[in-house]
C-alpha cells in the first residue's frame, strides 16, 4: 500500500488548507481501510490528528476538533483533512496513515498504523 499526502502551503492563522492523502496498491481495497492523520512538529514526537473508520467513524484530537474535518472518498481512494481556523501551533509536517481494519475504535499511537504516506509541510504565519 502506498500513500501520498499533499495539500500543504504556507498560510496565514485563521486562514484554511485541505490536505489530500491519495492510496494505491496492487491487491488493495480502500474502503476496508482505516484512515489518519499525524502530525509533527520540530522538536516534538509525531501526534495524533484525526482518523476516519471504514464506516466513515470520526476521531479528533482535542487540539483540532470544531476546526478540522477528516473525510474520505473512497470512490476516488483518497482521504481529506479539511483544516479551517489555522494557529501557529499547528505548523507542522502531516503525515496520512491507513490500516486494514474493521474495527469501529481506533488506536492513536503511531506504533499501530503500518502504513504512512511521505508527509506534507503545513506552515502557519502570523
Known amino acids: 500500500v502506498q500513500l501520498q499526502a499533499s495539500g500543504g502551503g504556507l498560510v496565514q492563522a485563521g486562514g484554511s488548507l485541505r490536505l489530500s492523502c491519495a492510496a494505491s496498491g496492487r491487491t488493495f481495497s480502500f474502503r476496508s481501510y482505516a484512515m489518519g492523520w499525524f502530525r509533527q512538529a520540530p522538536g516534538k514526537e509525531r501526534e495524533f490528528v484525526a482518523s476516519?473508520?471504514?464506516?466513515?467513524?470520526?476521531e479528533y484530537a482535542d487540539s483540532v476538533k470544531g476546526r478540522f474535518t477528516i473525510s474520505r472518498d473512497n470512490a476516488k481512494d483518497t482521504m481529506y483533512l479539511q483544516m479551517n481556523s489555522l494557529k501557529m501551533e499547528d505548523t507542522a509536517v502531516y503525515y496520512c496513515?491507513?490500516?486494514?481494519?474493521?474495527?469501529?475504535?481506533?488506536?492513536?499511537?503511531?506504533?499501530?498504523?503500518?502504513?504512512w504516506g511521505q508527509g506534507t509541510q503545513v506552515t502557519v504565519s502570523s
Open positions: 496513515a491507513g490500516r486494514q481494519t474493521q474495527f469501529r475504535k481506533l488506536q492513536h499511537g503511531t506504533n499501530w498504523w503500518p502504513y
Open positions: 476516519i473508520t471504514w464506516m466513515a467513524d470520526r
